[in-house]
């Protein structure tokens, strides 16, 4: 996912209800009464976890009531320990943020990027995968010295953007839109494509999409950004608790399990130290 705005809207406090309620991993799961939560902390309703999102496959979609998507699975795996209910607000991408900046949900679903800015008006959780850098072509290509030459597509707002500018020079055509990148390539205006993984996956089904190979000139293809569950900044305890879940999720394979699930790498599951970009 794109680094995306932020709307700097003022933090508002809240006030919530205890989370000793027990419930399932999505929001057509009823309570279990057996269930004990990993972790104590307040949610805006009680039992529940009122998760902020929009499309955005194959990170994050709603299907009838259930969030699906790699953001998704780890959202209901998270809820499954702490004993809640998901409930899903959807709403345009640029409100997704001040959704949660102002109390109004729990979290938010979405690759959403561990950024310098995002930390200023929300919290952002340990990171769950990394957002890799892909190559979309004919022939299968995944090294960045190969681009040389080439008439080469690219999205704007990518991380890696700058560096192509400098790597490719005139060869490099930055789009407005993943559409519109993605109609010139397979109309072969172009001969390449460079998204993430999941976005290139997803949209070109019949040409080769692959983990761009580390470049020592292009930053985004040896540490490719880090995605997290944006928190409220006023609910420390939340925070801690998605945080110990996440890295539990990371040390059972479930997280690695979730993307392949969602045709994406198991190998984004190894993201490093968390860090911020921007």
């Given at each position: 996912?794109?680094?995306?705005?932020?709307?700097?809207?003022?933090?508002?406090?809240?006030?919530?209800?205890?989370?000793?309620?027990?419930?399932?991993?999505?929001?057509?799961?009823?309570?279990?009464?057996?269930?004990?939560?990993?972790?104590?902390?307040?949610?805006?309703?009680?039992?529940?976890?009122t998760?902020?999102?929009?499309?955005?496959?194959?990170?994050?979609?709603?299907?009838?009531?259930?969030?699906?998507?790699?953001?998704?699975?780890?959202?209901?795996?998270?809820?499954?320990?702490?004993?809640?209910?998901?409930?899903?607000?959807?709403?345009?991408?640029?409100?997704?943020?001040?959704?949660?900046?102002?109390?109004?949900?729990?979290?938010?679903?979405?690759?959403?990027?561990?950024?310098?800015?995002?930390?200023?008006?929300?919290?952002?959780?340990?990171?769950?995968?990394?957002?890799?850098m892909?190559?979309?072509?004919?022939?299968?290509?995944?090294?960045?010295?190969?681009?040389?030459?080439?008439?080469?597509?690219?999205?704007?707002?990518?991380?890696?953007?700058?560096?192509?500018?400098?790597y490719?020079?005139?060869?490099?055509?930055?789009?407005s839109?993943?559409?519109?990148?993605?109609?010139?390539?397979?109309?072969?205006?172009?001969?390449?494509?460079?998204?993430?993984f999941?976005?290139?996956?997803?949209?070109?089904?019949?040409?080769?999409?692959?983990?761009?190979?580390?470049?020592?000139?292009?930053?985004?293809?040896?540490?490719?950004?880090?995605?997290?569950?944006p928190?409220?900044?006023?609910?420390?305890?939340?925070?801690?608790?998605?945080?110990?879940?996440?890295?539990?999720?990371?040390?059972?394979?479930?997280?690695?399990?979730?993307?392949?699930?969602?045709?994406?790498?198991?190998?984004?599951?190894?993201?490093?130290?968390?860090?911020?970009?921007?």
């Amino acid at each position: 996912m794109r680094v995306r705005p932020i709307t700097t809207a003022v933090a508002v406090l809240f006030t919530a209800a205890t989370a000793a309620a027990c419930g399932g991993g999505s929001s057509a799961d009823g309570p279990a009464d057996n269930c004990k939560p990993a972790h104590e902390f307040t949610t805006i309703k009680k039992g529940t976890l009122t998760v902020a999102g929009y499309d955005l496959p194959p990170y994050s979609k709603l299907e009838g009531k259930k969030i699906t998507g790699v953001d998704g699975e780890i959202v209901a795996a998270i809820a499954a320990k702490e004993c809640l209910t998901v409930t899903p607000k959807w709403m345009a991408t640029a409100a997704v943020i001040p959704t949660v900046q102002s109390g109004r949900a729990d979290l938010a679903v979405g690759d959403w990027y561990r950024t310098k800015a995002r930390t200023e008006v929300v919290s952002l959780s340990g990171p769950m995968y990394a957002d890799q850098m892909a190559i979309i072509s004919k022939d299968g290509i995944s090294d960045i010295s190969q681009l040389k030459g080439k008439k080469v597509g690219t999205v704007d707002g990518y991380l890696w953007v700058e560096d192509l500018k400098s790597y490719l020079g005139g060869s490099l055509k930055i789009y407005s839109t993943t559409l519109n990148m993605n109609q010139d390539l397979k109309a072969g205006r172009i001969d390449v494509g460079v998204d993430s993984f999941g976005s290139g996956k997803l949209n070109n089904p019949n040409l080769k999409v692959e983990v761009a190979k580390s470049h020592p000139d292009v930053a985004a293809s040896q540490e490719p950004a880090q995605s997290s569950l944006p928190v409220p900044k006023d609910n420390a305890a939340l925070l801690k608790a998605v945080n110990e879940d996440i890295k539990e999720l990371h040390e059972n394979g479930d997280i690695a399990k979730f993307l392949e699930n969602n045709n994406l790498p198991k190998s984004a599951a190894e993201t490093g130290d968390p860090r911020l970009i921007g």
